[in-house]
């Protein structure tokens, strides 16, 4: 609930401002037919209605579009970003004051239980005034039940004193019965005009909208200033419409009816707004020149055009310009991005706004995304940890008892791209990650999982599975109805015998070597059912498989050589085909260590992985000569790491560098050029150390693989990388 709160918040507050310029606006054109100060309105009650904001290039609303981040509750240091330094430092300084910080025994903190306590209160507003609206209602409604006919759509009654529209659906024009004919005319021409305008359907949404926004004051504000220029601009047209002058005979008939003010008042109806402020323009209307209604059109539609959404640069008081990873480098100083002396800046606190964008791949574990936060300078991993483990962030797919378990958030940080501020709290950017996979696992989710008989844990759990196993989305249904079908067995088939859930137990057990005899309860080999939890983050498509599994009879898949999967009904199918030569294994074995956090997509992985393969069973050909011809012996491969190390933007390729070495049982026969090593376990660096690279055009929703690039004597981004990669994408073409 507070999470909503928070976006009330700041719908009110950015619609609030947009009040404020519509209030000065209507000053600018006060001599211009009410109609356009009318039709102002529209854009203020849209944004105090409409959940979500629009971009646009340019604005003029001064406030950002969420001064009021969802991080707030969980944050150490909260604070607001309005884009106004004025107003941000006036009510920072009070939250700094009247606000504890964190309290991590206790994992809450004051803007938590503040607003808790405000989400409260403003239900209660919401529901103590729709009560008194729908009360008026019935009661004025039940006055004119005995109402008659008057002609077409009009009612009169001994019950009222003054006239009014009343209904949604149908409108029906009330009257008092005794009312002469001549009030009776202008009275009845200016309800009809509220009919013909659909008045009495903007007014309730307009009082909807104050509601919600109650304890804003400027909600109240727009919402009776627009219901007066409802009905002068009414009053106008009908005198518009007139042959002759009307305004003596017109005013009277409102000074007749203001004499006749029944008290009642009733925020869904028509009638006794402002009675003098009409009689006083109505005794001064005259048809505007044709250059004034002109200038008030374009102001109009200038201020609704750039008062409808924020700017995509309004941010931007709060959230300078993004910086690319590498930048982040330790090596990186501060004063190549803000221009101001490194020296100055020694502690890269968000305090200074200089931030980042990552990309957590889909597919991470926790330890991955903390080691990718960690290289990025967001956060330190050890602290990353420490909050993990401890605190209780309040998301109700997280179970409590949990606390205290190191790995209790996997499957849980959403991947997707995020800004970070450089030396971010922990906590805050855990939260963040944590509410957006509250907006992604939306109440359909929710409801969903009840419906399948899964909790959330289990179906994060599924898809996490289903992640690892395939990277193609036309699968990842059919995968998740095998899972369901061997855990729904009848057939002794409830092991799910799943090499990704070994791999998971062996990196969590810290052992090299994967071994289906690993005890553990993600051996899925040993253990029947699904895994305590999940291994991974899922996305957006293999959450939706493991909620809305295809419906088949399949038990069994495995592996095809262009990297797709077969499905099977029966083990005698799949062991005829994984007998073929159509069948590729991805059986885990000794051959070829990967160390854990490696802090890439599983798509760069795989191609690093399979270049290290190939080059193992092609003997390592160097420039030296072949390992085979001289009799060298290879057992084994190492990865020693694989890291992004930069972008080329204008041509969106990623730049990855990457080593490795090779397990030989016969050092003795190995011949080391410069800059090449073999230590004493025999782990030999084959290569220059520090030469070989990936590049990957990022355009793409997936990595797609360009070519490996071996450069010893310069990095990317110099003159010479650069124009050898040129040379060798030209060759390519």
């Known amino acids: 609930m507070s999470g909503i709160f928070i976006e009330i918040l700041n719908m009110s507050i950015s619609a609030g401002c947009v009040a404020l310029i519509v209030v000065l606006i209507r000053l600018l054109i006060k001599k211009a037919p009410k109609k356009y100060a009318y039709m102002l309105w529209a854009v203020v009650f849209f ?101 008659i006919l008057f002609s077409g759509n009009i009612y009169e009654t001994d019950q009222i004193k003054s006239p009014f529209v009343l209904g949604f659906i149908h409108p029906k024009m009330y009257i008092p019965i005794d009312l002469d004919t001549q009030e009776s005319q202008y009275i009845i021409q200016h309800e009809q005009t509220h009919i013909k305008r659909r008045d009495y359907l903007i007014k309730p949404l307009a009082f909807f909208a104050a509601v919600i926004h109650w304890f804003n004051p400027l909600a109240w504000v727009a919402y009776v200033l627009m219901s007066r220029d409802m009905e002068l601009s009414a009053d106008e047209y009908v005198m518009k419409q007139a042959d002759t002058d009307i305004r003596s005979a017109y005013s009277k008939s409102l000074l007749a009816l203001s004499a006749k003010k029944s008290g009642l008042i009733n925020p869904l109806a028509f009638g006794e707004i402002g009675v003098r402020t009409r009689i006083k323009n109505v005794l001064k209307y005259k048809k505007a020149a044709f250059w004034i209604s002109t200038v008030a059109v374009v102001i109009v539609i200038s201020a609704s055009v750039l008062l409808l959404g924020s700017s995509t640069g309004s941010r931007s008081n709060a959230w300078p310009d993004v910086i690319t990873p590498n930048q982040a480098d330790p090596d990186y100083t501060l004063s190549e991005h803000t221009g101001e002396s490194s020296s100055e800046n020694d502690a890269i606190a968000p305090q200074n706004g200089v931030h980042i964008e990552i990309t957590i791949p889909k597919g991470f574990t926790v330890a991955q995304i903390f080691s990718m936060l960690e290289d990025h300078g967001v956060a330190s991993a050890d602290e990353l940890w420490e909050t993990a483990i401890d605190y209780d962030f309040a998301f109700a797919f997280l179970n409590r008892s949990t606390l205290g378990d190191i790995y209790r958030l996997e499957g849980f940080l959403f991947p997707d791209t ?70 729904n067995s009848q057939n002794g088939l409830t092991f799910l015998q799943l090499d990704t859930t070994l791999i998971y137990a062996a990196v969590r057990a810290g052992q090299i070597a994967i071994d289906v005899g690993i005890n553990s309860p993600f051996n899925t080999y040993l253990h029947e059912g699904l895994p305590p939890s999940p291994i991974a983050s899922p996305g957006v498509a293999s959450i939706h498989a493991a909620l809305y599994p295809e419906i088949t009879n399949e038990y069994f898949y495995a592996l095809n050589i262009d990297g ?87 041509m969106g390729i990623d730049v990855f560098l990457f080593e490795w070495r090779f397990h030989t049982t016969t050092p003795e026969k190995i011949i080391l050029p410069g800059g090449m090593d073999l230590d004493s376990d025999g782990w030999w660096l084959d290569t220059y150390p520090n030469s070989w690279y990936l590049l990957f055009d990022n355009s793409e929703t997936e990595p797609l693989f360009l070519f490996p690039m071996m450069v010893n004597d310069s990095s990317p981004g110099h003159d010479t990388f650069t124009q050898d990669m040129l040379r060798r994408l030209d060759a390519d073409r």
Not at 88 to 104: E, F, G, K, W, Y
Not at 607 to 615: E, H, K, N, P, S
Not at 619 to 643: F, K, M, P, V
Request: glycine share 4%; net charge negative.
């Open 47 to 147: 944004r105090f209605i409409v959940p979500f904001n629009i971009q646009l290039p340019v604005s003029a609303v001064p406030v950002v579009a969420q001064p009021i981040p969802q991080e707030i509750v969980y944050s150490e240091r909260p604070s607001i970003q309005s884009g106004i330094s004025a107003i941000d430092s006036t009510v920072n300084n009070v939250i700094d004051v009247t606000l504890m910080p964190v309290n991590r025994t206790s994992s809450t903190n004051s803007i938590q239980t503040a607003l808790g306590i405000g989400s409260v209160i403003w239900l209660t507003g919401v529901a103590v005034l729709l009560l008194y609206a729908s009360i008026c209602y019935l009661r004025l409604y039940k006055k004119v039940r005995t109402a």
């Open 564 to 650: 797709t999967h077969s499905f099977f009904s029966t083990y005698e199918q799949h062991y005829d085909f994984i007998q073929s030569e159509n069948y590729v294994s991805d059986s885990p074995n000794q051959i070829g260590i990967i160390p854990d956090n490696i802090g890439v997509s599983d798509a760069v992985l795989n191609v690093a992985l399979g270049f290290i393969q190939d080059r193992y069973e092609r003997g390592a050909d160097y420039n030296i000569g072949s390992t085979i011809e001289r009799g060298i012996e290879l057992d084994n491969w190492r990865l020693e790491y694989l890291r992004h190390v930069y972008t080329y933007n204008d």
């Open 418 to 487: 995020y800004t970070f501020y450089l030396d971010s709290e922990p906590v805050e950017v855990i939260a963040k990650m944590l509410n957006r996979f509250n907006e992604v696992f939306s109440e359909e989710y929710n409801q969903r999982a009840i419906e399948i008989g899964y909790t959330v844990n289990e179906i994060i759990t599924v898809a996490s599975i289903v992640e690892k196993e395939t990277n193609f989305d036309e699968e990842r249904s059919r995968i998740a109805a095998v899972i369901y079908n061997r855990l």
